[in-house]
């Protein structure tokens, strides 16, 4: 089963946000109202001068971009998802030499909100290859240790946060990590240890058929709806238990 991603920009939008601001003129200058005039003055000396007009228009525009996703699995489309992207007048929307496209990002960001079953078969197969650094066809404690922590540094096998709570909870992982480093690894392994001992039992060692079953053993587990893709809390609580550790209710 595989899983496709399709987009379409489908609306390009400048929008002004700045006041509006209305101009009269008495041709009656005779008839005028002196207070009047003189509160008109007063206004318009704390209003903005045409020299800078353009200026204030610069400043207070937005631009948004909308684009159609598509999930699309066995040639079946099983989501339809409309979203709308406002940049600010300093983000760049062009594809740059120093970044990535508005588009990039948002597939990246959709890729990694879904996991299907074949997708996660085709990652454990990956993962055991990588951790396998002595390409003696088994994997050690070590090295799945090593490997979970790899993820940790590159930010791998991450899920979009599910909620705020865990959200949050990330920012102040992401926060000791930065202020004690040693900690943080020490800590990816200690969970990485137990989850390897659990699945590997009484062995010192996985070999390839085991890491493949424990890791689908874990998916199914984390499928509650039976339909063969992870979103949500449940992809949240399948790439924790990838890493050993668990994400409370």
Same mark, same amino acid.
Do not use: H
């Given at each position: 089963?595989?899983?496709? @991603?399709?987009?379409? $920009?489908?609306?390009?939008?400048?929008?002004?946000?700045?006041?509006?601001?209305?101009?009269?003129?008495?041709?009656?200058?005779?008839?005028?109202?002196?207070?009047?005039?003189?509160?008109?003055?007063?206004?318009?000396?704390?209003? $903005?001068?045409?020299?800078?007009?353009?200026?204030?228009?610069?400043?207070?525009?937005?631009?948004?971009?909308?684009?159609?996703?598509?999930?699309?699995?066995?040639?079946?489309? $099983? /989501?339809?998802?409309? @979203?709308?992207?406002?940049?600010?007048?300093?983000?760049?929307?062009?594809?740059?030499?120093?970044?990535?496209?508005?588009?990039?990002?948002?597939?990246?960001?959709?890729? @990694?909100?879904?996991?299907?079953?074949?997708?996660?078969?085709?990652?454990? =197969?990956?993962?055991?290859?990588?951790?396998?650094?002595?390409?003696?066809?088994?994997?050690?404690?070590?090295?799945?240790?090593?490997?979970?922590?790899?993820? @940790?540094?590159?930010?791998?096998?991450?899920? /979009?946060?599910?909620?705020? /709570?865990?959200?949050?909870?990330?920012?102040?992982?992401?926060?000791?990590?930065?202020?004690?480093?040693?900690?943080?690894?020490?800590?990816?392994?200690?969970?990485?240890?137990? =989850?390897?001992?659990?699945?590997?039992?009484?062995?010192?060692?996985?070999?390839?058929?085991?890491?493949?079953?424990?890791?689908?053993?874990?998916?199914?587990?984390?499928?509650?709806?039976?339909?063969?893709?992870?979103?949500?809390?449940?992809?949240?609580?399948?790439?924790?238990?990838?890493?050993?550790?668990?994400?409370?209710?």
């Amino acid at each position: 089963m595989s899983l496709v @991603r399709n987009f379409s $920009v489908m609306a390009f939008t400048a929008f002004f946000s700045c006041n509006a601001m209305a101009f009269q003129e008495n041709d009656d200058a005779s008839t005028a109202d002196p207070a009047a005039s003189a509160e008109t003055e007063s206004d318009t000396s704390n209003s $903005v001068d045409a020299d800078n007009m353009a200026d204030l228009l610069n400043s207070r525009q937005q631009l948004q971009q909308s684009f159609t996703l598509q999930r699309t699995v066995n040639g079946e489309v $099983v /989501e339809t998802e409309k @979203r709308t992207v406002t940049y600010s007048r300093d983000q760049p929307y062009r594809e740059t030499e120093a970044g990535k496209t508005t588009v990039q990002r948002l597939k990246e960001r959709y890729d @990694r909100e879904a996991l299907t079953r074949t997708e996660a078969f085709e990652e454990a =197969k990956l993962d055991f290859v990588i951790a396998d650094a002595n390409r003696d066809g088994a994997m050690t404690a070590q090295e799945f240790a090593d490997l979970v922590n790899t993820w @940790r540094l590159n930010e791998a096998r991450q899920a /979009e946060a599910p909620n705020n /709570e865990i959200a949050q909870q990330r920012k102040y992982d992401a926060f000791l990590a930065e202020i004690d480093p040693d900690t943080a690894e020490m800590q990816t392994k200690a969970y990485a240890l137990e =989850k390897f001992a659990f699945m590997a039992g009484a062995a010192e060692t996985l070999s390839l058929q085991d890491f493949i079953r424990e890791t689908m053993l874990d998916f199914d587990s984390m499928d509650a709806d039976k339909d063969t893709i992870l979103t949500g809390e449940e992809l949240a609580r399948f790439r924790a238990l990838n890493r050993g550790e668990t994400v409370d209710q």
